[in-house]
């Protein structure tokens, strides 16, 4: 008896040592890994994370009235970029979606910023004519279009990106998708309930 019990003990230790090394296994596979990357799924399933927060970039773009705007000065909210222009149909098609978080989350620490990309001063306008019909969306424009280029995207059309409150990019998504959706405003939840 006093034999079989030692030989459960023995069993359970390996087992318990497995179970240990398996967990520890996972944990590192998972290390480098971002936890917002189980938000890729459903109308997000091509959200691209980085395995690291990457720095928002520093590229300069223009207000409303004309006024220098760079990414830094929303530090210390969430922000989510949304580069875009009137002669690409999915940035339009995906806009209303947009307006629709924006509205939700209106007296949180969530901030919509889309960025349009049009050039010329005609184009302009109607790209502030269309974000004046999608309440409550600022409009910042970027004439260079360059901003595209300086998102992880690097030149996707539409594109979204997600970035913390301490200013440092942590989602990407390249195309139109539903921003009002489940999937979405879980991922927006998530960057909100982070300390800054």
């Not at 944990?27 to 691209?48: I, T």
């Not at 999915?90 to 209106?106: D, F, G, K, V």
Request: charged letters at 20%; proline letters at 8%.
């Amino acid at each position: 008896m006093n034999g079989s019990r030692k030989a459960v003990a023995a069993g359970a230790a390996i087992v318990l040592l497995g179970l240990i090394a398996g967990g520890v296994t996972l944990y590192a596979d998972q290390a480098g890994k971002s936890d917002l990357s189980r938000f890729a799924m459903g109308e997000l399933a091509a959200l691209a994370v980085p395995p690291q927060p990457l720095a928002a970039p520093d590229h300069v773009f223009k207000t409303r009235e004309g006024a220098a705007a760079t990414l830094a000065d929303f530090r210390g909210k969430v922000v989510v970029v949304n580069v875009w222009a009137m002669w690409c149909a999915p940035c339009r098609t995906e806009m209303p979606t947009l307006a629709a978080l924006a509205s939700a989350y209106e007296d949180t620490d969530l901030l919509v910023l889309p960025i349009n990309v049009d050039a010329t001063p005609e184009q302009i306008a109607a790209g502030e004519a269309f974000i004046d019909g999608h309440a409550p969306l600022p409009f910042y424009s970027d004439p260079t279009f360059q901003m595209p280029f300086e998102l992880p995207g690097k030149g996707a059309m539409p594109q979204t990106v997600l970035i913390d409150r301490k200013g440092q990019v942590r989602a990407s998504y390249s195309g139109g998708a539903d921003w009002a959706g489940p999937e979405a405003r879980a991922l927006v939840e998530a960057l909100l309930a982070e300390p800054g």
